[in-house]
Nanobody, 123 residues
Framework: QLQLVESGGGLVQPGGSLRLSCAAS????????IGWFRQAPGKEREGVSC????????NNADSVKGRFTISRDNAKNTAYLQMNSLKPEDTAVYYC????????????????WGKGTLVTVSS
């Protein structure tokens, strides 16, 4: 069974940091482009960041540029999202997803999705 499992969410104060992980099981992430997406309460899902299969290309939403960094470790079959300088408006459920075409990742048209991990930024 193909699965993506996110972890690392939680409650953090404004200005704090979290690192989210996305572990794949049942398939290898090598060969796939990986994206992180988020959905805040009452809002539509939005793209946060994408990374290409080899890690050479990334694409980040303007709202997170300079604060969030996407990375991957194909040997561990895991992708990451390092989130720094967190703001209350970053509060959302964060999802990782996989697709075979980087252009589709940027569009949010992914093939496999995880179930998400909740990030709450509040004092």
């Amino acid at each position: 069974q193909l699965q993506l499992v996110e972890s690392g969410g939680g409650l953090v104060q404004p200005g704090g940091s979290l690192r989210l992980s996305c572990a794949a099981s049942g398939f290898t992430l090598d060969g796939y482009d990986i994206g992180w997406f988020r959905q805040a309460p009452g809002k539509e899902r939005e793209g946060v960041s994408c990374i290409s299969n080899g890690g050479r290309r990334t694409n980040n939403a303007d709202s997170v540029k300079g604060r969030f960094t996407i990375s991957r470790d194909n040997a561990k079959n895991t992708a990451y999202l390092q989130m720094n300088s967190l703001k209350p408006e970053d509060t959302a459920v964060y999802y990782c997803a996989a697709v075979l075409d980087f252009r589709l990742c940027v569009r949010g048209a992914m093939d496999y999705w995880g179930k998400g991990t909740l990030v709450t930024v509040s004092s």
